[in-house]
């Protein structure tokens, strides 16, 4: 039988491309080499395209921070991307995980892992995010949507009228609204990029500047106190939600440095939850991943509220962090599917409507 040609895509031009270069190292290590004919892919943070051109059996996970050093240009994108079956793009955040690229695959025709355009946009949009799970009915924290113009900072109520108002206006409305501290957030950040906790209205305003560095929309939230739970989705139209593995951040929340740089941030796999909790995470994080039009995957994130045990959704990644020690492929691993089998499923997935 010949070789599927998977063109695996790593890099990219976000905020996490240090993060897909993890990720990415550690899919093309673990494929099974006997079924598929790599092509790794490497995009520049400028958005150039190359082939990564280190021996495929000598290829390694790059820690977050290494970059990749073996590289040739692909003058002729199209004409190489043609070349393949299937592409695998693990990129995150913009350009990557937004619907761009699943976009631009659409247009050649080219079957893709993971969400389709739409899913994608949704995703990776914090603020729509939002509107999409408010009309799902699940529960989430309390939030105010403000966007940076020339002129200043607007306003936006749910049904979208928009009001023009100075950060300190703002900072009045958030106190009534939501009390302090909130969490400001660029609408489309990533990886904790862009995002702050402001305790009070000053740090609200350098938070708002600060985040609106990342993104024009910017999302504010209460403060949800809580534990931090994930669960992993699988599937197209039959969905299948593993258990639920909790995180231990090593700082006051989960930041950049606490995810990739803090190794005393921990996952415990199974969290230590009851049975009735756990299933409704995995039936809201299935109905997450549908109301956003989601396929392939996602991972989905929840916080368990301390004093009411309330199941409240935090966000969806639909292209979760992939290296093996990741929480995606970590839950799949307890539910007794291998990274490298969770890797072919995800494939056949998107070979498939
Ligand atoms: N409303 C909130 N209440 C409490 N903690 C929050 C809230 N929003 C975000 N956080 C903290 O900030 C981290 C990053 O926020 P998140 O929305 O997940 O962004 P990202 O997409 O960058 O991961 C979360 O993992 C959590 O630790
Ligand atoms: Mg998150």
């Known amino acids: 039988m010949s070789k599927l040609k998977l063109g695996v895509i790593l890099g990219g031009m976000s905020s996490e491309h240090d993060v897909s270069i993890t990720s ?36 390694e996970v790059l820690e977050v921070g290494r970059q990749i050093e073996e590289k040739r240009e692909i003058t002729n994108v199209i004409e190489y991307l043609q070349e393949c079956d299937v592409i695998f793009p693990v990129l995150h955040g913009l350009y990557g995980e937004d619907g761009t690229i699943q976009g631009f695959l659409e247009l050649l025709k080219k079957p893709y892992v993971g969400c389709k355009v739409l899913g ?26 403000i966007k940076k113009t020339e002129q200043g900072y607007i306003y936006i109520d749910k049904e979208f009228n928009e009001y023009s108002y100075s950060l300190n206006d703002i900072a009045e409305i958030v106190k009534k609204e939501l009390g302090y501290p909130v969490y400001v957030k660029p609408s489309n950040s990533g990886s904790s990029v862009g995002i702050n906790k402001a305790h009070n209205e000053e740090e609200l305003e350098e938070a708002v500047e600060f985040a609106s560095k990342y993104d024009r929309k910017i999302l504010i939230e209460e403060e949800i106190k809580g534990r931090e739970v994930e669960c992993a989705v699988l599937g197209n139209e039959e969905v299948e939600a593993t258990c639920i593995g909790e995180i231990l951040p090593a700082e006051e929340f989960y930041t950049f440095d606490a995810k990739y740089k803090n190794s005393e941030s921990r996952v415990i796999i199974p969290a230590e939850i009851s049975e009735n909790i ?33 199941v409240i959704i935090n966000e969806i990644n639909t292209m979760p962090g992939f290296t093996q020690i990741s929480m995606y492929p970590k839950l799949w691993e307890q539910m007794g599917v291998s990274y490298t089998e969770l890797l072919d499923r995800l494939i056949e997935l998107a070979t498939i409507c």
């Open 120 to 145: 994608s946009s949704i995703g990776m949009d914090k603020v729509y995010t939002k509107v999409i799970f408010d009309r799902a009915n699940i529960n989430q924290a309390k939030y105010l949507y």
């Open 24 to 59: 990415g190292t550690s899919v093309i290590k673990k494929l099974d080499k006997e079924k598929y004919e790599i092509y790794p892919i490497y995009i520049d943070k400028q958005g150039n395209w190359y082939e990564y051109t280190k021996n495929l059996d000598e290829i």
């Open 278 to 310: 756990s299933e409704e995470i995995r039936r809201n994080a299935i109905k997450a991943f549908k109301a956003i039009d989601g396929k392939g995957l996602s991972r989905v994130d929840f916080f368990i509220e301390h004093e009411t045990n309330r």
